[in-house]
């Protein structure tokens, strides 16, 4: 029996997002979702974060504080890979469902948002992308 939460899930394809748009030089990946924010925080602490990163990113990710607020340019990403976001990217640490959120996005395919943090490349330069 697995005991992977859908917020560590959910993380793990957010670092591959992530990787993959730092392989091909894309902008930033908003991290947006609260509860998969604590997720990251909770993982940055843990002896495991190196090899969680890796296996989902191919490099360790850093975590850089940046604010924000617009369109998430990655969604159409993951969802290609993944299909639609769950209900965990619009649920905060304390499990509250933002249904509003939620609504506009299954309704547009959008998603717009304030986001507080994001991953960097982990080179030790601590900087994150910006956009092209």
């Not at 959910?10 to 591959?16: S, T």
């Not at 748009?21 to 998969?36: D, I, K, P």
């Not at 933002?98 to 948002?113: F, I, M, P, S």
């Amino acid at each position: 029996m697995s005991t992977t939460t859908i917020e560590r899930r959910e993380l793990g394809r957010f670092l591959a997002i992530a990787g993959q748009r730092f392989e091909s030089g894309e902008g930033l990946t908003e991290m947006f979702s609260r509860a998969v924010d604590a997720e990251w925080h909770h993982m940055l602490a843990t002896p495991e974060y190196a090899a969680f990163s890796t296996e989902h990113a191919g490099a360790v990710l850093g975590h850089h504080e940046m604010n924000g607020t617009g369109p998430i340019g990655w969604v159409a990403a993951y969802e290609e890979v993944y299909g639609p976001l769950p209900e965990v990217w619009f649920t905060d640490e304390k499990g509250v469902l933002d249904e509003a959120a939620l609504t506009r996005y299954r309704e547009t395919g959008k998603v717009v948002a304030e986001w507080d943090c994001g991953p960097t490349s982990g080179d030790g330069d601590d900087a994150a992308p910006g956009p092209r």
